[in-house]
């Protein structure tokens, strides 16, 4: 059952579960915190998961107009206040998840221990995605989620088909169907101003585990692999055999890798992952 959490000006959805160490989860655009249930179910087994709808998304209440990278992150660590969580977490965020993280690791790196940064990026939009922000939010409002979802699911899967993904291309157009259209839109404006994050990418101390999917098209391997590249204490996997949204499509690596990055946390190591 979902916990709601009262945070300044918005109450959040919030999945949490099991005990231990904590990780936050922060789902990717515009979907909603069912995005990691894979990878809940397994490490809620021995570590405390939570996995916030953000606002405007999934269960939690909209602000209109706009939504900044950084109102994203104070949001998270008002969460983190609200639920008496004062130890340092390791922060599990995806796309729009990870230009969050960015913001989460430059304005409270002290309530971080570790990054896991999954198919995102950290350059700034170019003038023309910018534009098609602003254009896809204005759209959006008039018309529903449903241009949204046409206009996204295309691009977040591996080529290959599969019953599997068929299954899931189909949850997912649900998700974003039912998410409230100006929810979508404060996002994609506050997206199409996000900062330029390369340069104090070099000043994130904590560990990172930076992954992508070997077919993503939005956060390609290459750009992924620079990220890791310029952050001190990082270590860089492809996940095979999915696109932009790997933990979902082949949650099995995810999870294997994810668990492998954890034990590196909690003891102190700088890499010890599977090859």
């Given at each position: 059952?979902?916990?709601r959490i009262d945070i300044p000006e918005a109450t959040l959805s919030i999945n949490d579960v099991g005990q231990g160490s904590s990780i936050l989860f922060v789902h990717g655009f515009p979907l909603d915190h069912t995005m990691w249930r894979e990878q809940i179910a397994d490490l809620s087994r021995d570590h405390r998961c939570i996995a916030p709808d953000l606002r405007g998304f999934g269960q939690s209440t909209v602000t209109e107009g706009k939504v900044s990278m950084e109102?994203?992150?104070d949001d998270l660590a008002a969460l983190l206040d609200a639920?008496?969580?004062?130890?340092?977490?390791?922060?599990c965020g995806l796309s729009m998840g990870g230009y969050i993280a960015w913001q989460f690791a430059r304005r409270h790196a002290a309530r971080l221990k570790g990054l896991i940064l999954c198919d995102?990026?950290?350059v700034p939009d170019s003038a023309e995605a910018a534009a098609n922000r602003l254009k896809l939010a204005d759209d959006v409002v008039r018309s529903g989620s449903e241009l949204v979802a046409n206009a996204m699911l295309p691009k977040f899967f591996s080529e290959r088909e599969s019953n599997r993904r068929?299954?899931?291309k189909e949850e997912l157009r649900r998700v974003i169907l039912a998410t409230d259209p100006r929810?979508?839109?404060a996002a994609s404006r506050g997206m199409a101003e996000r900062a330029d994050a390369r340069p104090w990418l070099t000043t994130i101390d904590c560990p990172a585990l930076v992954l992508v999917g070997e077919q993503d098209v939005i956060s390609p391997p290459a750009e992924m692999s620079a990220i890791a590249s310029s952050l001190p204490h990082a270590t860089f996997r492809v996940i095979p055999d999915s696109g932009h949204l790997a933990p979902l499509e082949?949650?099995?690596t995810t999870n294997i890798l994810l668990r492998s990055f954890l034990t590196c946390v909690r003891d102190g190591k700088a890499d010890c992952l599977p090859s």
């Open positions: 059952m979902l916990k109102q994203f992150a639920l008496m969580i004062t130890e340092p977490v390791v922060l995102t990026r950290a068929s299954i899931l929810g979508i839109a082949n949650p099995g």
